[in-house]
């Protein structure tokens, strides 16, 4: 089955610079298997939060408000992986960090995302602890 695998997580200080990756294993040689892929994180005591989301047949890509301008979602289809460059770092993004992906165009999850539902999406990764202090 397919796995996702998120890294490059880590604690920096405020003001820093963090890039996560998510890789994907498994059959992964159907490319509609990943149509939409996003990033999700949740701090403690706070609801998840749908932070950052791109299509794989558009490349269009939205931003949770809290992020817009700071962190930059990006994919390479050719290897399945997704990245998450997260600048200008603040506590307030400390969190665990999910990646998602599914096999259904991101027009039909945005409001599963929005929402924070990372249920809504078919493969999931275990998540990565970003620390800011």
């Known amino acids: 089955h397919v796995q996702l695998v998120e890294s490059g997580g880590g604690s920096v200080q405020a003001g820093g610079s963090l890039r996560l990756s998510c890789e994907a294993s498994?059959?992964?040689?159907?490319?509609?298997?990943?149509?939409?892929r996003a990033w999700f994180r949740q701090a403690p005591g706070k609801e998840r939060e749908g932070t950052a989301v791109?299509?794989?047949?558009?490349?269009?890509?939205d931003y949770a408000d809290s992020v817009k301008g700071r962190f930059t979602i990006s994919q390479d289809n050719s290897n399945n992986t997704l990245w998450l460059q997260m600048n200008a770092l603040n506590p307030e993004d400390t969190a665990v960090y999910y990646c998602?992906?599914?096999?259904?165009?991101?027009?039909?999850?945005?409001?599963?995302?929005?929402?924070?539902?990372?249920?809504?999406?078919?493969?999931r990764g275990q998540g990565t602890q970003v620390t800011v202090s």
């Open positions: 791109i299509d794989y047949a558009g490349y269009s890509t």
């Open positions: 498994g059959p992964t040689t159907s490319t509609r298997k990943f149509d939409c």
């Open positions: 998602a992906a599914a096999p259904v165009r991101c027009t039909i999850l945005a409001g599963a995302w929005r929402q924070g539902r990372l249920n809504a999406f078919n493969y």
